[in-house]
């Protein structure tokens, strides 16, 4: 990314990975799907901030596992 554009990455895994291993980096027992974006919304109220970044949060996740039901289909 470049200049103020943040990003929370999301991982997947599969569930039964020992805590201790799925907590080490190099052993790559998470994989990476995508990134959601972080956005201020400072020019709405809070209200509609919080609904937004509500729907923002959901329609990303929608989107990434959306695809993965493409690609299993």
């Avoid at 990975?17 to 027992?29: D, L, N």
């Avoid at 994989?31 to 201020?40: A, M, V």
Wanted: charged share 20%; net charge positive; glycine share 6%.
């Amino acid at each position: 990314f470049s200049g103020d554009k943040e990003a929370w990455p999301v991982y997947i895994s599969v569930g039964n990975i020992a805590k201790s291993v799925r907590r080490q980096t190099s052993k790559h027992a998470m994989i990476l799907l995508g990134y959601i974006p972080i956005t201020k919304l400072e020019c709405l109220s809070k209200a509609t901030c919080k609904d937004r970044a509500y729907r923002l949060f959901h329609y990303c996740m929608s989107y990434i596992l959306g695809l993965f039901s493409e690609l299993s289909s």
